[in-house]
């Protein structure tokens, strides 16, 4: 009997703990959206059935290492499954505390993807103070460890309440004990068979609700099984013959062609400049706010607005290889950090580069980060600049690197000098990245009181500027100027709002033709073969992700965006977000077209990681 009320008292402290930290979950997270006590109590009844199934796979080898006691009475239990429980409340529970408090900030739960960002740890201390870093790690370790040393201290040093002469143990010890096992597997494979899953844990309209009602620890470990997978064989949806009948209807083949022309020229210099996190919530020309970027604002009626263009995923690196690579972006994937895809990925600047243009980039952080200069440099840019290059005083650095304004009004002098070096019969394309609009916000500027507001307005002065001041020196006439963000941000929003996805993209410079506004739809992974099409230059077989949306083989505009759990599909029917670990639709406006828009998502999913450069 001892050893079954062990093993019972084992599963309600695993229990209590994940349902504690299931509310606590809820609580950390209060300001992502409105909920009741009774939507708590929802969640943590939703989320029960996968959280015995999880609890149920832990205590699994601890009741085979107590059933051997029952045939060697004297055998130090908390000696043997003592170090086993400690390892496993103690990771468990750091799973928890970490999802939570990462949650605050990326709104999708703690998975597999954290590890290829565990590489530029200088991204989270840039992110948040240090005093943030070490009160959230240690208060998270020392509940760990707490629960670590509890779940030790409740088992059993030994039992030895069998006292027998005999092999035979009567089935008055056995059978309680053998119940409990017969209680585990339904724990872990339901009544009739039926296992609790993800899907099961979605219940409600809110995603801060369905995400706290999901075991993290099982998320992790799901995640990590998909992760170690061959990618091709991650999400498979349909027999391969259908998914490529589907795919080539719904992506075109060849768009080459020219149906508006943008651009005076088709050799034009070219900058691309790439604004961290600024998506189009925070611009009013684009429905977004109305005080936070007017300069911007204004610059979208001198050149081409697209009004309607989506960032493809959630991190800088992945939107960096869309925009700049013409390439999909991947849930599970940053091909930024995988260094052997990097010589394979197509790129603007090699192409450009091979046309007789010099190819430089700056970035006023750490082109360390998330292996960025790395990317750069492989992908054809001559150099790259980046704080360790610029002489940039204290006064002018943010907790990034060197501020916007310093930044850009460098690149401003390198643009000139490269100018002055070529004249003007030679060519040269120029990119680069702002920093400030991002965690933590402190940036030199005081016009907005919100801090977050604040920190994008100041980046947009320094755009507008900057631009001004371009376009007041000789280089400005022959320049196109290509303005895009790499993706939103999530301030009062999450993934179940399409919004977050939604990016400026703009052309403007002395080499645009005409002032227009468009509201086609086009992905980041457009911009390249648009752009390459204007310059006619044939862009199809170098890059089949990147579409030209002004060809007359456009006739199916879609965008297709990706975050590490989910992923969105828009076409002019209506959108479609779809969680891929509980195989659940998220959000979906209008339900009109819908089963389409879930199929051809389904699609660009299992075809995308059937790519020759995951294999």
Known sequence: MKRTLYILA???FLVLITLAGKVEFLYYNRDVCFFTIGDVAEVLWQGLPLDLRVIAIMVIPVWVITAFSLYFVRMPLRRIAGPYLFVAVFLSTAITCGGLIMYENWKFLLDASIFSYMSSPGNVSSSVSTGYIVSRLGLSMLAALVLSVVAVVITPSRIVSLKRRSRHIPPRYTLPYMLTGVLLLIMIFGINGRKANEASAFHSDKILLNHAAINPVGHMVH???????????????????????????????????VTVR???????????????SFGAP???ALGGQKEVAPEI?????????????????????????????????????SLMMRDECLTSLPSLARTLKAEGYSTDYLYGGNAQYMNKGKYLRATGFDKVWDINDLNVPD???????????????SLLSLMQETYRKHGSDGHFYWGCQTIDSHEPFRVPYHRLKNKVYNAFAYTDHCVGEFLDSLSHTPLWDNLLVIIFSDHGHMYNTTFSNPEFFHMPLLFTGGAVEVSMKTDILISQSDIVGTLL?????????????????????YTYPFVYSNYPSGAMFRDQTGTTIYDLWAGHIIMES???SADRRLRNLQTMIQYSYGDDLLK
């Open 262 to 276: 943008l651009l005076k020229t088709t050799r034009p210099n070219v900058l691309t400049i790439q604004l961290e």
């Open 533 to 553: 099409s204007q310059m006619e230059i044939a862009h199809g077989k170098t890059f089949p992700w990147s579409r030209n949306v002004f060809s007359k083989n």
């Open 282 to 284: 925070f611009i009013q």
């Open 10 to 12: 084992l599963i309600l």
């Open 395 to 409: 006064d002018r650095r943010s907790c990034w690197g060197a501020n916007d304004s310093t930044a850009l009004m």
């Open 590 to 592: 209008p339900a009109k």
């Open 297 to 333: 604002s204004a610059w979208m009626s001198r050149g081409v607005n697209f009004t309607n263009a989506w960032a493809t995923s959630f991190r800088t690196d992945r939107g960096t290889v869309s925009a700049l690579s013409g390439y999909v972006a991947f849930p599970t994937e």
């Open 223 to 257: 995640s990590m099984l998909v992760y170690a997978r061959e990618p091709h064989k991650q999400f498979k949806y349909m027999e391969d013959d259908e998914c490529r009948k589907i795919f080539a209807e719904i992506f075109p083949e060849n768009t080459d062609d």
